[in-house]
């Protein structure tokens, strides 16, 4: 059982250039969510998905967009690369139910230059 | 303004003796609180959870956590330390009225020295 699994796991990109994270998950779970984690920052939620074709914003939309054709993908696009996005990215998937844990891959370390 | 406070950024515990990690919060309602840890390189995982009963739940490595709702506090806790339990520990909230969304700490590295 892989979970969630996050490629790349690591990327260079130099600033206006794009590119598309890729989540999926095997746990057929209805509700996938995408983070950025920066340093002594927590987690900020990016966007999220309660199920397929079903996406809403979360705290810092700003400069990415995601789609959920299926259930199990959930891919993350950034249009024109900014060094302010220069971050650690997860996604995570749940259960349905507000007190379901969430799952996370690990990760897609992400440097724009 | 909903928000979770984490107010140590790193703790420093000898291997054997006991270790706290704290929390507290502020949401709208009866939250549901939880805990991860992240390992270095890995992605976060799921510790434990309180919804509703008994304040003190037990989850997983020997971890349990302490909830006191006059306090708005949810505690993490573990009896006697191992080294393996180094890493970065999240404490999250969801608000009963939220859309499925969680209110994160900014994390507690936790360095326990042998």
């Known amino acids: 059982n892989a979970g969630v699994t996050q490629t790349p796991k690591f990327r260079i990109l130099k600033i206006g250039q794009s590119m598309t994270l890729q989540c999926t998950q095997d746990?057929?779970?209805?509700?996938m969510y995408w983070y950025r984690q920066d340093p002594g920052m927590g987690l900020k939620l990016i966007y999220y998905?309660?199920?397929?074709?079903?996406?809403d914003k979360g705290e810092v939309p700003n400069g990415y967009n995601v789609s959920r054709s299926t259930t199990e993908d959930f891919p993350l696009r950034l249009e024109l690369a900014a060094p302010s996005q220069t971050s650690v990215y997860f996604c995570?998937?749940?259960?349905?139910?507000?007190?379901?844990?969430?799952?996370f891959g690990d990760g897609t370390r992400l440097s724009i230059l | 303004a909903q928000s979770v406070a984490q107010p140590e950024d790193q703790v420093n515990v000898a291997e054997g003796n006991p270790l706290t990690v704290k929390c507290t919060y502020s949401v709208s309602g009866n939250p549901y609180l939880f805990w991860y840890v992240q390992y270095p390189n890995r992605g976060l995982q799921f510790l434990l959870k309180?919804?509703?009963?008994d304040n003190l739940v037990k989850g997983s490595y020997g971890f349990e956590a302490e909830f006191n709702k006059s306090q708005t506090s949810f505690h993490l806790k573990k009896p006697s330390a191992l080294v393996s339990d180094s890493a970065l520990y999240f404490c999250?909230?969801?608000?009963?009225?939220?859309?499925?969304?969680?209110?994160w700490g900014a994390g507690t590295k936790l360095i326990i020295k042998p």
């Open positions: 309180y919804i509703t009963g």
């Open positions: 995570a998937s749940s259960d349905r139910g507000s007190n379901q844990p969430q799952h």
């Open positions: 746990m057929n779970h209805n509700y």
């Open positions: 999250a909230v969801r608000a009963y009225d939220s859309n499925y969304q969680l209110i």
């Open positions: 998905s309660v199920g397929a074709g079903i996406t």
